[in-house]
């Protein structure tokens, strides 16, 4: 089993950042890859990053790309998503979710992908 916890969502103006944490705990941290996704109100949940297990390859949904950083700490279990130039379209919440074992990561940007998930944390950013 294993279990996912997100923090470091907000209330933050266009153009600010912010920096999701996502703790992790049970099985081996960095023998499997990580992401990141986002749902709106009303909306399917999204894909915006993900990142292998040793943090050597990622993807970014073209959205995000140049203004979202995935990182991860292996020593801390904790998979970072760093958020810059926000833009109130970006308002959402950010749930982060432990790719299936086997799965490439160039395919890892679909929810069925994903088996385990985090509770979410609140990004709203203001116009």
């Known amino acids: 089993q294993v279990q996912l916890v997100e923090s470091g969502g907000g209330l933050v103006q266009a153009g600010g950042s912010l920096r999701l944490s996502c703790a992790a705990s049970?099985?081996?941290?960095?023998?499997?890859?990580m992401g990141w996704f986002r749902q709106a109100p009303g909306k399917e949940r999204l894909f915006v990053a993900s990142?292998?297990?040793?943090?050597?390859?990622?993807y970014y949904a073209d959205s995000v790309k140049g203004r979202f950083t995935i990182s991860r700490d292996n020593a801390k279990n904790t998979v970072y998503l760093q958020m810059n130039s926000l833009k109130p379209e970006d308002t959402a919440v950010y749930y982060c979710?432990?790719?299936?074992?086997?799965?490439?990561?160039?395919?890892?940007?679909?929810?069925?992908?994903?088996?385990?998930w985090g509770q979410g944390t609140q990004v709203t950013v203001s116009s």
């Open positions: 979710a432990k790719v299936r074992n086997h799965i490439l990561l160039s395919r890892a940007q679909d929810t069925r992908m994903y088996d385990y």
């Open positions: 049970g099985g081996t941290f960095s023998s499997y890859a």
């Open positions: 990142i292998s297990g040793r943090g050597s390859s990622t």
